[in-house]
């Protein structure tokens, strides 16, 4: 007689629950009342117009979302933990914060690439000094962002001039981030229990 292993059962359920937050329902039930209101308002044809817009948006931006959550996704499988935990470790002062704010200005992509390996250095322990100085140097100083819409629209003097003003601001963002009274959870979601086990 041969032990059987019972099928693995996947709670749809609670996946979806964690998947898709109040915030997104939110969205949704505010994107319904927007979309009632301009087809009541401005009419059925620009309501098919705004429609057909979004499909070709959500087209173009779908397969950018899910390749870097794939690639994200590998990161945070492949990379050691203990080693960039250590890493993170040793660099927890100011070294840290200009480390981070120099990988937020070298992070290439929009917002699906960034805030996956945002999660990446909270899974890993980051402070989250670390993690403002980060997210705020990509938002602020992203280098992509910079040659293709700051000197595009701006030109090269004012896009160099905004560039070293706004230098300091993520290390000033994350030192505040550390002073601040309380502490703020990170939650860095179901992938990092399942990797304890």
């Known amino acids: 007689m041969t032990d059987e292993q019972p099928p693995i059962r996947t709670d749809w359920g609670g996946l979806v629950r964690s998947s898709f937050g109040t915030s997104f329902w939110m969205f949704v039930l505010l994107a319904i009342a927007t979309a009632g209101i301009c087809y ?17 948006l959500l087209a173009e931006l779908l397969p950018r979302v899910v390749a870097a959550q794939l690639a994200a996704g590998f990161v945070w499988i492949l990379v050691p933990r203990e080693r960039m935990s250590a890493f993170l470790n040793r660099h927890r002062g100011h070294g840290g914060l200009a480390l981070a704010a120099v990988a937020g ?23 989250r000094g670390i993690l ?11 280098m992509q962002r910079m ?15 905004r560039f ?3 230098l300091p601001l993520p290390i000033v963002a994350g030192l505040i981030a550390r002073r601040l009274p309380y502490s703020a959870a990170i939650e860095t979601g179901p992938i990092e229990e399942s990797s304890r086990k």
Not at 40 to 56: K, L, N
Not at 105 to 127: E, H, K, M, Q, R
Not at 147 to 161: P, Y
């Open 164 to 166: 070293v003003i706004s």
């Open 132 to 142: 403002v100085a980060y997210i705020t140097s990509w938002a602020l100083l992203g």
């Open 147 to 161: 040659i293709v819409w700051d000197i595009g629209f701006m030109g090269l003097e004012f896009s160099l001039t």
């Open 105 to 127: 200005i070298i992070t290439p992509g929009g917002p699906a690439s960034a805030f996956p390996f945002l999660a990446i250095l909270a899974g890993a322990g980051a402070d």
């Open 40 to 56: 009541a308002i401005i009419g059925p044809q620009a309501f098919e117009s705004a429609v057909a817009s979004d499909r070709r």
